[in-house]
């Protein structure tokens, strides 16, 4: 055995050193310390996965910031937290002839005296000299370093107890984590990796002891062999009994809020009163504000019979496509002007039909034909490359993000390579012929690492092809157009019976999801597009009830959001208790949401009652009844709106904030629409201040002045040389309220 013993550097055969075919995985810059001189306590590992493995991770070896770095660390490369034991385990045991290990000496092997800080180290002391990790490690390595039983793999991780683990501020408790192999379960504590998502609620030590720091619920990430698992853990907001009376349930949404309320100590708020539902509502259902004799009609209106007419009117079909040509990114400019507009109409006609959801997502998914024909598609011509359509699917059907997986294993979410680029594969026959999108007889998406193909697969599932043509297939081939000959079956029909199927919970929660944060102002599980088990809802009863209620009436829009905005909850007033104003997420209160830049740009339209023109588009057009955002509109770009270019659940953002605000403080376009609309209102004939002053409160604010705003309305235009002006400046001072900007 060659050694160089000033620096203590050797190399030990891989005969001397007994090594098996794969690696062993212990980071130089976290493994172990010096070996104690007695014979090791800890029992052999069996496992390298499941025994070797989370010591590394659990003392950060494998971490971004060390050796699982995307070219790792002082020449040591480690993958991402042990998504591939396989390839660590060569990289410990193989690489640069064995090096790092030393099975006639253990405790002379860099693997554990670089992480003890024996020799220097620049990642620092990971491990403990004589600890039992550092003791386990060392006995690994005298065995030879095995890489132990291949199949033996962590298949699923518990926490107990399994929450919500609720104790008052400065108390613990301890979690005791379980992983379950094919051999059974075991507490795997000591060597799981904890997270605490907000660590201002809860904090978790390395022995799974955690304690409560602060109000309110938060969850602990707890990782070990590849698996992820979560625990929600807090305390109440207030130590008193919040009472099913204080929360009569319009539906099975206020019985789930309560028993979220009930455990945090959060009485709820009043309901909003009829003005405030009417404008609300309006604005969430329909994009628009009320009219002035919508807002003028009689006191206590039906608040479901207002739900109802607004649900049917053609304002919906507006908004609710607008809303979806956000999430499918319609965009002229990289479709061209003819197939965005097919797209868009398509869409439109759907909604106008009430089309299910999922079956909307099947059309989209196994369309195929000319581009400025058959609208959906243009679903496929976003990207050619079946990698880049693989994450974009996913994270609008499935609020998945999976683009961390092309590299390596997700962090957070577990999906492998292998999933990520066999959901791919579903793609990789989608053929362009000019601005006709074909399925191709051929086309694969192999594996960056050993260059096979894959077969498709949906995201951890298995999908067998089906005994008999799918009904969709041949409807959307007669349609669409042909396949090109050879093809027998195309990948994107069985994606698509998986993925719409009432029983794949992905797609009902994601759906539920963004139209819960719609309507609510922030979704059960933010952000949207992140739905998984290490970032576990705010309400995981309600989450799975809306999914399964979705299910269950055919993933039907219209009865989702009449479901939702017919709670108890949705009409919480926005004004926050005493008791309650710390809650931002759990239905304490209604959430005060800023308007979309369409919205306020309608708004502002509506209110002075000079609508906006678009080049191109019929007078009168509203913001939301745009194409997309290539039409030029300078007041929806200081505005903010989402350009479609990206996702817009983080809008690629032109405007908003500070540029919004001098807009609607001194921009042009805006003291254009108040000179017109004023102008317009004034010949309609003479009206009395008062009257005046109501009106200019229903456009704007949707609701009657109170008594001091209505004699400080009636002052400003009745001490005004000219009426034009003094109706502009009140006008103005009501745009720019908060009130005005927001939906309350």
């Known amino acids: 055995m060659p050694t160089r013993k000033g620096r203590r550097w050797w190399t030990v055969s891989r005969s001397e050193a007994g090594v098996h075919s794969a690696a062993i995985l212990l980071p130089l810059c976290c493994a172990a310390a010096s070996f104690a001189a007695a014979a090791p306590r800890a029992p052999l590992p069996a496992s390298f996965p499941t025994e070797v493995l989370p010591i590394l991770t659990k003392a950060g070896c494998n971490a971004g910031a060390c050796h699982g770095a995307a070219t790792g660390q002082g020449g040591f490369k480690l993958s991402l937290l042990g998504y591939d034991p396989e390839a660590d385990h060569e990289s410990i045991t193989r690489e640069l002839g064995g090096r790092r290990i030393n099975a006639a000496s253990p405790v002379e092997s860099l693997l554990l005296r670089k992480p003890t800080r024996a020799v220097a180290h620049k990642g620092g002391k990971r491990l403990v000299p004589g600890s039992p990790d550092h003791e386990r490690l060392a006995q690994w390595i005298a065995a030879g370093a095995p890489f132990g ?29 379980e992983a379950k192999t094919q051999l059974g379960s075991r507490n795997v504590t000591g ?21 409560v720091r602060g109000r309110g619920m938060t969850a602990v990430m707890v990782r070990f062999g590849g698996q992820v698992a979560a625990v929600r853990v807090g305390s109440p907001f207030n130590h008193l009994a919040v009472k099913a009376a204080d929360f009569p349930a319009n ?143 996913s994270r609008a059907f499935l609020g998945t993000q999976i683009a961390c997986a092309r590299c390596h294993a997700h962090p957070f979410a577990g ?97 539920v999801n963004r139209v819960w944060k719609e309507l609510m102002g922030r979704g059960l599980v933010e952000p949207v597009d992140d739905l998984r088990d290490s970032n576990p809802p705010t309400n995981p009863a309600l989450l799975d009830a809306l999914a399964a209620d979705a299910a269950a009436n055919g993933f039907d829009l219209r009865h989702l959001v009449r479901t939702i905005v017919n709670s108890r909850t949705y009409q919480l007033d926005s004004r926050a208790t005493a008791l309650n104003r710390a809650d931002d997420r759990f239905g304490s209160h209604a959430l005060v949401k800023p308007l979309p830049a369409a919205v306020l740009a309608d708004a502002i339209a509506q209110a002075t009652g000079a609508p906006q023109s678009f080049a191109g588009w019929p007078a009168g057009t509203r913001a939301v009844q745009l194409l997309d955002a290539q039409t030029a509109s300078y007041t929806l770009d200081v505005f903010g709106r989402c350009t479609r270019e990206t996702a817009c659940e983080v809008p690629a953002r032109t405007g908003g904030g500070l540029a919004q605000a001098l807009h609607l403080i001194n921009g042009s376009s805006l003291s254009e629409q108040l000179r017109a609309g004023v102008a317009t209102l004034l010949r309609q004939g003479p009206r009395e201040a008062d009257r005046l002053v109501e009106e200019l409160w229903l456009r704007s604010l949707s609701r009657l002045p109170d008594a001091r705003e209505r004699a400080w309305g009636v002052q400003v235009l009745s001490k005004s040389s000219s009426k034009q002006t003094a109706i502009e400046d009140l006008l103005w001072a009501l745009l720019n309220t908060r009130e005005f900007a927001v939906n309350h």
């Open 149 to 177: 039983d291949r199949d033996l793999r962590v298949q699923s991780l518990a926490v107990l107890p399994a929450g919500p683990v609720m104790l008052a501020p400065g108390q613990s408790t301890t979690l005791r984590v």
């Open 191 to 211: 060597h799981a990796l904890f997270t605490v998502l907000d660590d201002s609620i809860a904090e978790v030590d390395a022995k799974g002891v955690a304690t």
């Open 251 to 393: 539906n099975f949404i206020d019985e789930q809020v309560l028993v979220e309320l009930q455990r945090l100590g959060l009485p709820p708020s009043p309901l909003c009163d009829d003005a405030t539902f009417l404008r609300r509502v309006t604005l969430d259902v329909a994009g628009r504000l009320p009219t002035e004799s919508e807002a003028r009609a009689p006191a206590a209106p039906d608040r479901a019979q207002v739900v109802s007419r607004l649900i049917a009117s053609e304002d919906f079909t507006d908004y609710w496509t607008h809303k979806l040509a956000d999430l499918l990114l319609i965009n002229s400019r990289r479709l061209g002007d003819a197939p965005a507009r097919a797209y868009h109409a398509w869409l439109r006609r759907q909604v106008a039909q009430n089309s299910p959801l999922d079956r909307l997502a099947r059309e989209l998914l196994t369309a195929t034909g000319e581009a400025s024909l058959v609208g959906p598609a243009n679903f496929h011509r976003l990207t050619r490359d079946p990698r880049d359509m693989g994450e974009f699917v």
């Open 415 to 511: 999906w492998t390579q292998d999933d990520y680029h066999r959901f791919a594969a579903f793609f990789a026959r989608t053929a362009w012929d000019g601005e006709r999108i074909l399925v191709a007889s051929r086309g694969e998406v192999a594996h960056p690492k050993t260059g096979k193909d894959l077969a498709p697969r949906a995201l951890g599932v298995p999908i067998a092809r089906p005994a008999r043509p799918d009904p969709l297939d041949e409807r959307d081939t007669a349609r669409s157009g042909d396949r090109r000959s050879g093809e027998t079956a195309d990948r994107r029909v069985m994606l698509a019976g998986w993925l719409a199927s009432p029983d794949n919970v992905l797609f009902a929660r994601a759906f």
